[in-house]
């Protein structure tokens, strides 16, 4: 069973970076997109990013202009560039692998944006 797992959470004050990865345990055929979504405490799991296998991207609007998304697809492999990082931008951050056959989801990282 392949596995994603994340990496690069943590505590940042407010205007600082982070970057986060994700890495499938396993080779994933078939791709369609690599994604980052979030849930913070009380909300529901929201998309942060997406990339398709050919490369294109988008973004929730509270993401745009700060954070980047890209991927390496003979690594099977997803990150999440985060800069100016706000309080709001504090929750669980999730890897997600989007096949023709299955969807994959990682456990999850903490960010927490906080002085």
């Known amino acids: 069973q392949v596995q994603l797992v994340e990496s690069g959470g943590g505590l940042v004050q407010p205007g600082g970076s982070l970057r986060l990865s994700c890495v499938s345990s396993g080779r994933i055929v078939s791709i369609r997109a690599m994604a980052w979504y979030r849930q913070a405490p009380g909300s529901e799991r929201e998309l942060v990013a997406r990339?398709?296998?050919?490369?294109?991207?988008n973004y929730a609007d509270s993401a745009k202009g700060r954070f980047t998304i890209s991927r390496d697809n003979v690594k099977n492999t997803v990150y999440l560039q985060m800069n100016s990082l706000k309080p709001e931008d504090t929750a669980v951050y999730y890897c997600?692998?989007?096949?023709?056959?299955?969807?994959?989801w990682g456990q999850g990282t903490q960010v927490t944006v906080s002085s």
């Open positions: 997600n692998v989007d096949s023709w056959y299955d969807r994959y």
């Open positions: 990339i398709t296998y050919g490369g294109s991207s």
